[in-house]
């Protein structure tokens, strides 16, 4: 994964769709854990499983460990990990996955926002457009959908989404400001290795975690997790933290505009219809990117 020259558009774009494609399906698994396990343990398990396979490569790092950034490291484990996945998770017991995937989509313009008024950067307009246009395409695409059912009387629920996708704004501005010049290996290792020692003592020592997996699908269940952790979360977010590295906070995060269109995808082979209006959209998607891809 080294050798991947990841300053190279074509790169980068695949990078983009590579990741749209993982955490697109992402929804799919978390329903599947949430037939046997409740939101609180499917998070833990999320992460301890990633400390565990990760806990190799934050031995391999251990230098990059140091007083200055330990905190950062710390940050980027809470707002990019612990809190956005039981928060998501949280909400799709009371909400649709669909309307989750719009949410998500607000991950972009909070990392502007963020960026500008916490980070003290400057955004080109074509910035703005770009973010603009992406948020626009990805409510269309979704209104437009045969999943479009969200629910007509606001519940609690929806908020939770918002919260995760502003903790990731918060998240991609961290990396990109203060942990830039560090290794995106030891950031993703590190970072998980902050909270997985937590998740892990709250998943064996208070949970009922070891009862629910001797469950009827406990195995089963805990199989998706387990993809969910190793693939959508292990591996997807050490690319993520490439893609942060060697591109901007903005195109990195436009990934979220890409997630509706693979849900779309998924509703496809489940024999859904695709029209023309969904269509659309889902160029006014790749049209914003392209114009947050053109700037700095």
Same mark, same amino acid.
């Given at each position: 994964?080294?050798?991947?020259?990841?300053?190279?558009?074509?790169?980068? $774009? *695949?990078?983009?769709? +590579?990741?749209?494609?993982?955490?697109?399906? %992402?929804? #799919?698994?978390?329903?599947? @854990? !949430?037939?046997?396990?409740p939101?609180?343990?499917i998070?833990?398990?999320?992460?301890?499983?990633?400390?565990?396979?990760?806990?190799?490569?934050?031995?391999?790092?251990?230098?990059?460990?140091?007083?200055?950034?330990?905190?950062?490291?710390?940050?980027?484990?809470?707002?990019?990990?612990a809190?956005?996945?039981?928060?998501?998770?949280?909400?799709?017991t009371?909400?649709?996955?669909?309307?989750?995937?719009?949410?998500?989509?607000?991950?972009?313009l909070?990392?502007?926002? $963020? *960026?500008?008024?916490? +980070?003290?950067?400057?955004?080109?307009?074509? %910035?703005? #457009?770009?973010?603009?246009? @992406? !948020?626009?395409?990805?409510?269309?695409?979704?209104?437009?959908?045969?999943?479009?059912?969200v629910?007509?009387?606001?519940?609690?629920?929806?908020?939770?989404?918002?919260?995760?996708?502003?903790?990731?704004?918060?998240?991609?501005?961290?990396?990109?400001?203060?942990?830039?010049?560090?290794?995106?290996?030891?950031?993703?290792?590190?970072s998980?290795?902050m909270?997985?020692?937590?998740?892990?003592?709250?998943?064996?020592?208070?949970?009922?975690?070891?009862?629910?997996?001797?469950?009827?699908?406990?195995?089963?269940?805990?199989?998706?997790i387990?993809?969910?952790?190793?693939?959508?979360?292990?591996?997807?977010?050490?690319?993520?933290?490439?893609?942060?590295?060697?591109?901007?906070?903005?195109?990195?995060?436009?990934?979220?505009?890409?997630?509706?269109?693979?849900?779309?995808?998924?509703?496809?082979?489940?024999?859904?219809?695709?029209?023309?209006?969904?269509?659309?959209?889902?160029?006014?998607?790749?049209?914003?990117?392209?114009?947050?891809k053109?700037?700095k």
């Amino acid at each position: 994964m080294q050798s991947i020259n990841f300053k190279s558009r074509p790169v980068q $774009i *695949a990078t983009l769709a +590579f990741l749209s494609i993982i955490w697109g399906s %992402s929804f #799919i698994l978390m329903k599947r @854990g !949430l037939e046997v396990f409740p939101a609180d343990e499917i998070a833990a398990l999320r992460m301890f499983l990633v400390f565990a396979v990760l806990f190799p490569s934050t031995i391999q790092h251990f230098s990059a460990l140091k007083p200055s950034n330990r905190w950062w490291f710390f940050a980027v484990g809470i707002f990019g990990s612990a809190l956005p996945y039981f928060l998501f998770v949280t909400a799709q017991t009371e909400i649709s996955s669909s309307l989750s995937g719009i949410l998500n989509s607000l991950t972009p313009l909070f990392t502007l926002i $963020i *960026a500008v008024f916490f +980070f003290k950067q400057k955004v080109r307009r074509i %910035s703005m #457009i770009g973010v603009s246009l @992406g !948020l626009i395409g990805a409510v269309g695409l979704i209104y437009f959908s045969a999943e479009h059912k969200v629910a007509q009387t606001f519940t609690i629920y929806m908020v939770l989404p918002i919260i995760a996708s502003a903790s990731y704004g918060i998240n991609v501005n961290i990396i990109k400001t203060y942990l830039q010049n560090i290794n995106p290996v030891a950031v993703t290792a590190w970072s998980f290795a902050m909270i997985g020692p937590l998740a892990g003592f709250y998943l064996f020592g208070i949970s009922d975690f070891v009862s629910n997996i001797q469950r009827p699908g406990g195995l089963e269940s805990f199989g998706y997790i387990a993809i969910l952790a190793v693939v959508g979360t292990a591996i997807a977010v050490l690319i993520f933290n490439m893609l942060i590295k060697h591109t901007t906070a903005l195109f990195a995060s436009s990934v979220t505009y890409l997630i509706p269109i693979i849900a779309i995808l998924w509703g496809i082979l489940d024999g859904e219809e695709f029209n023309l209006i969904q269509l659309i959209f889902v160029f006014v998607i790749l049209g914003g990117i392209s114009l947050i891809k053109s700037s700095k």
